[in-house]
């Protein structure tokens, strides 16, 4: 019933994560009825994001050039890196305008029942880097994700850096702004009360 070009199109849209069949038959069909003047943006970013992107080489988040602007820019607080599972967590963090540092994105987190071991992670990249920085590093902070696999893969940093002059701190974790005490599970007070700070 619907052209070939419109299916293949709702088809390419239901592959991306969180896209289910009717939303990517609604894309499509606000696409379809777009003026051309605003599709081919569209089309043109979407062909140029391969072209466009690079791996900063320090730090593992994605950028315009290598290395990246936040590692190459010399007002960061070099001697704090935060260190996140993936480019979208550091974008998250970077958006609070709170962290100064500098940071390494993992991309992922150890889980053997996915068959993700250290070698599929940029740990080692990690490791490397905070031993031939001379000191300069003085404080890794882990914000990984309250997981499973996260705490998992923030307590095999911790082990791999074991030894070194290097304060490993955690971000807090606990109850978020707006949530009820009554709702929230047992091992969220229990970080909310071990994590609490001055008021």
């Known amino acids: 019933m619907l052209p070939k070009s419109l299916k293949s199109l709702i088809e390419e849209f239901s592959k991306l994560p969180g896209i289910g069949p009717k939303s990517a038959q609604r894309l499509a069909m606000h696409l379809l009825k777009s003026p051309h003047s605003k599709i081919e943006p569209l089309g043109k970013a979407v062909l140029g994001l391969k072209e466009g992107v690079v791996f900063c ?11 990246c602007s936040i590692c190459e820019d010399l007002s960061r607080d070099r001697s704090t890196i935060c260190v996140v599972e993936e480019v979208l967590d550091a974008a998250a963090i970077e958006k609070t305008r709170e962290f100064g540092g500098l940071y390494h994105v993992l991309h992922g987190v150890l889980s053997p029942v996915d068959g993700v071991g250290p070698e599929e992670l940029k740990i080692a990249d990690l490791i490397k880097r905070v031993r031939e920085s001379d000191g300069e590093v003085t404080e890794l902070v882990l914000a990984t994700n309250p997981s499973l696999e996260g705490e998992a893969t923030a307590l095999y940093i911790q082990k791999q850096l074991d030894g070194l002059d290097l304060k490993i701190t955690r971000i807090a974790r606990g109850l978020p702004t707006g949530g ?20």
């Open 57 to 67: 080489g320090k730090c593992w988040n994605l950028a315009d050039n290598d290395p």
């Open 180 to 199: 009820d005490i009554e709702y929230s599970d047992d091992l969220t007070l229990s970080r909310a009360l071990n994590g609490r700070t001055d008021f």
